[in-house]
């Protein structure tokens, strides 16, 4: 069997003789693997860097199978970004979680036009926010949404200030006030709406970035982590290093 889809590559290893096994967010077939025959080759290395927006081709005698790909560059992120270590540290830990966390060959359109949304976003500005949201929907897609649209104990839509560690939840001021130190702080871009006067955090020393890895984080390691049984990627860790050292 065979298909052509367009994709961005996840990772790439070393497999035989110069080959190598790629895995890639692709459009309609989800993230998917296949071998590269002289992926380790100089004309190939650049085509599998993580990041790279390309064409593809898959076959194989059977569905089940490794298969093979070939593959044609459209655009490389990590060459756009190579002067910028903060941003490259975004792609890298985008690139690692999917990764780590999406099943193989599993159909994810709304996650790989946010992660297409983010290649772009990455060029300009807003870019920080841009990937804490990115992650937000990772956590949805793989089975723990955050639910941010009213308060879990009031039902309420403004004020919404904390999440819940246990549900995902929003809560607000009023009924979280006696429970805040056992609460997550929700910053406001992570809101449907942004309350009236508050912009859309732009640089990425902003406090609320680091407050929003936070609590995407938590879930990351306390529920995705558990499911996965493998810690989670170096580069996320690495990540939320860079952007919390302002001289790096």
């Known amino acids: ?138 956590l949805a897609e793989t089975g723990f949404p955050l639910d941010v649209s009213a308060c879990a104990a009031t039902g309420r839509q403004d004020e919404l200030v904390w999440v819940s560690p246990r549900s995902g939840r929003a809560v607000c001021r009023e009924a979280g006030q006696p429970y805040a130190d056992r609460l997550l702080p929700l910053p406001a871009f992570l809101l449907p709406e942004l309350p009236a006067g508050m912009e859309w955090p732009e640089q990425w020393d902003h406090p609320d970035i680091c407050t929003g890895l936070a609590l995407t984080g938590y879930f990351l390691q306390h529920h995705l982590q558990v499911t996965i049984g493998k810690p989670l990627p170096w580069a996320r860790g690495h990540l939320v290093s860079r952007l919390q050292t302002v001289d790096r």
């Open 1 to 138: 069997m065979e298909w052509c889809d367009v994709g961005i590559v996840l990772s790439a290893r070393p497999h035989g003789e110069g080959g190598a096994i790629a895995s890639l967010l692709t459009a309609s077939h989800g993230r998917h693997a296949g071998l590269v025959p002289a992926g380790r080759s100089r004309s190939q290395r650049a085509t599998l860097e993580p990041g790279t927006l390309l064409t593809c081709r898959w076959g194989a005698r059977l569905e089940s199978h490794l298969g093979r790909f070939t593959c044609e560059p459209v655009e490389s992120s990590a060459s756009l970004l190579l002067g910028d270590p903060r941003r490259l540290s975004v792609l890298n830990a985008f690139c690692a979680l999917a990764d780590w966390a999406l099943p193989e060959r599993l159909p994810c359109p709304d996650l790989y036009d946010a992660s297409l949304a983010l290649l772009v976003a990455l060029q300009g500005e807003g870019w920080a926010a841009a990937y804490v949201h990115w992650e937000m929907l990772l």
